[in-house]
């Protein structure tokens, strides 16, 4: 047999390059996830069809942040703090998975997570996207076949809807009853960040914004609605550099960085971070920058690690950073 690379091994068929993981009909979705598929360093290569899959996570909202305190590589998943000894991951079955080339994936979820997979007065279920090498062809994940995962996002389930500080609701926003995808980390209880005026300059970075925004941004701020990389959701305030008085410093928590505006480029601050409590949601901080958070996306790397669950509060990063 010829090996499949990359999304063309997305396949429960032994042939390569077929698009569909599951073609039966099995009625409306409840849910869809879906994302790129991308490979996390050298190009690798399968002799077994590649499965992906939900697995729900054993853990309550008051022990995911224990138990995901900081990036966990995919192989160490079932042996997370906190698991008694009959405790595992439980695999959504009720899915179909399609690939549209180059690399485009979707997981069709048709069904409510599977009753092993409730954690005792939970109200909240985490489930984690993993790719599987189906060795022994019995279209259930093995120990030792996981050869990826989407190390950025959580799959949820909610019994019921649940507010925003809901004890059981550790994203920080309000849930509808039913299933979603939430970025990593969980806010986990840090409040959402401030954006009020710098103190020095008439500019909200980082804040939400529509038209010109001179509420929202304030006198000397700019409200841009996409970047260089794409959309900003729901606007973004910055400072552009042209616009800096010149006897002023650079605002308080700001980074400078290339953008775009009505087809020209230019510099502009936006909001600096530490961690992605620092950004407001549907954000996350990368490279000190708060910036839209990432698409979905599987990564095909048996060594990828999963994301710590709870962003850490401002304080408490820069007592780690400190020397």
Not at 9 to 31: I, K, N, R, S
Not at 55 to 63: A, E, K, N
Not at 68 to 95: S, Y
Not at 256 to 262: A, F, P
Request: aromatic share 6%; glycine share 8%; net charge negative.
């Amino acid at each position: 047999m010829r090996p499949c690379l990359l999304a063309a091994a997305l396949a429960v068929t032994v042939g390569c390059g077929d698009g569909l993981l599951d073609q039966q009909y099995q009625g409306e979705p409840m849910f869809t996830f879906a994302g790129q598929v991308a490979s996390d360093g050298a190009q690798p290569v399968y002799v077994a069809p590649l499965r992906a899959a939900v697995f729900w996570l054993p853990y309550d909202p008051t022990q995911l942040g224990a138990a995901f305190a900081e990036r966990t590589p995919i192989d160490r998943l079932d042996r997370l703090p906190g698991l008694d000894a009959n405790a595992h991951l439980v695999e959504q079955a009720t899915i179909a998975v399609a690939v549209r080339f180059p690399g485009v994936f979707s997981i069709n979820i048709f069904a409510p997570p599977p009753a092993e997979a409730i954690a005792t007065d939970a109200r909240l279920r985490f489930g984690v996207v993993l790719l599987y090498e189906d060795r022994d062809g019995d279209e259930r994940m093995t120990p030792g076949e996981v050869v990826g995962a989407a190390p950025r996002q959580l799959v949820l389930f909610a019994d019921q809807d649940l507010a925003a500080d809901d004890t059981h609701n550790p994203t920080g926003a309000a849930l509808p009853a039913g299933y979603a995808a939430v970025d990593l980390p969980l806010r986990c209880g840090v409040p959402s960040p401030e954006y009020d005026l710098d103190p020095m300059l008439d500019v909200r970075l980082g804040a939400a914004c529509t038209g010109d925004g001179m509420d929202a941004c304030g006198a000397l701020g700019t409200c841009l609605t996409a970047d260089l990389d794409g959309p900003l959701p729901d606007g973004y305030c910055v400072l552009l550099k042209d616009d800096l008085p010149t006897t002023a410093q650079p605002p308080l928590t700001s980074a400078l960085i290339e953008t775009e505006r009505d087809g020209n480029e230019l510099e502009a601050w936006y909001r600096e971070c530490m961690t992605s409590a620092d950004c407001r949601p549907a954000y996350t901080c990368q490279q000190h920058v708060c910036l839209p958070a990432p698409a979905p996306a599987l990564v095909l790397n048996g060594a990828v690690e999963v994301e710590a669950a709870c962003a850490a509060s401002h304080e408490s990063e820069s007592r780690q950073r400190s020397p």
